[in-house]
């Protein structure tokens, strides 16, 4: 018979740990004890805590272009209005967890890019491929008039995602929605603007 995986339940409370207490405030027995998985299961299935972030994050990473897919790739709105409904998305989840966790993407861009060039390098390839969609929809809002063209849609939409890393930083500190609201008012009144 087969032994019980505890695998799926350490990367869950893995995430759970890693947003609680940072990449390094994160030890092995903190993750397991989550999990309520012995400590052997943790290096039974993965070699590193630095191999085991990388894969954290990954997973991060899809159910983020899940939600990006869902807004970004609706054609039914327009251009402002799927960027605006991504925002919505990303909000609601934050809310969720009473704004008191971040995005993981920008969690290990700050504490864990320096430590660990297997980090470093998956978080490089990362953000292109989380502005991609973004610079897809601004590029069809500018073709169509909606959207200025005063910028290239790669650079604004590198510059949306920066913005928002920043006010998702701020609202970690303030607890609530405002600096987010703030990001999407001043966002769509001036980059995004007509």
């Given at each position: 018979m087969a032994k019980h995986s505890h695998r799926e339940a350490i990367l869950e409370a893995?995430?759970?740990?890693?947003?609680?207490?940072?990449?390094?405030?994160?030890?092995?027995?903190?993750?397991?004890?989550?999990?309520?998985?012995?400590?052997?299961?943790?290096?039974?299935?993965?070699r590193s805590k630095e191999a085991f972030a990388k894969e954290v994050l990954d997973r991060y990473f899809t159910s983020l272009k899940v939600a990006a897919d869902a807004a970004l790739g609706d054609k039914?709105?327009?251009p402002r209005q799927r960027i605006n409904r991504y925002l919505d998305i990303i909000i609601g989840r934050l809310a969720e967890d009473d704004f008191q966790r971040g995005c993981l993407i920008g969690d290990l861009s700050l504490e864990a890019a320096p430590q660990s060039e297997l980090l470093r390098a998956r978080l490089?390839?990362?953000?292109?491929?989380?502005?991609?969609p973004f610079a897809d929809c601004i590029a069809e809002g500018?073709?169509?008039g909606e959207i200025s063209?005063?910028?290239?849609?790669?650079?604004?939409?590198?510059?949306?995602?920066a913005a928002w890393e920043g006010a998702i930083l701020r609202m970690k500190v303030s607890r609530n929605a405002?600096?987010?609201?703030?990001?999407?008012?001043i966002v769509f009144a001036t980059v995004l603007k007509r």
């Amino acid at each position: 018979m087969a032994k019980h995986s505890h695998r799926e339940a350490i990367l869950e409370a893995g995430r759970t740990v890693m947003f609680r207490k940072g990449y390094v405030g994160s030890g092995v027995r903190d993750i397991v004890a989550e999990a309520s998985a012995p400590q052997g299961s943790f290096t039974n299935h993965f070699r590193s805590k630095e191999a085991f972030a990388k894969e954290v994050l990954d997973r991060y990473f899809t159910s983020l272009k899940v939600a990006a897919d869902a807004a970004l790739g609706d054609k039914r709105l327009t251009p402002r209005q799927r960027i605006n409904r991504y925002l919505d998305i990303i909000i609601g989840r934050l809310a969720e967890d009473d704004f008191q966790r971040g995005c993981l993407i920008g969690d290990l861009s700050l504490e864990a890019a320096p430590q660990s060039e297997l980090l470093r390098a998956r978080l490089s390839e990362i953000f292109p491929e989380w502005s991609a969609p973004f610079a897809d929809c601004i590029a069809e809002g500018q073709a169509s008039g909606e959207i200025s063209d005063a910028f290239e849609p790669n650079d604004l939409a590198e510059f949306l995602i920066a913005a928002w890393e920043g006010a998702i930083l701020r609202m970690k500190v303030s607890r609530n929605a405002e600096p987010l609201e703030r990001f999407r008012r001043i966002v769509f009144a001036t980059v995004l603007k007509r």
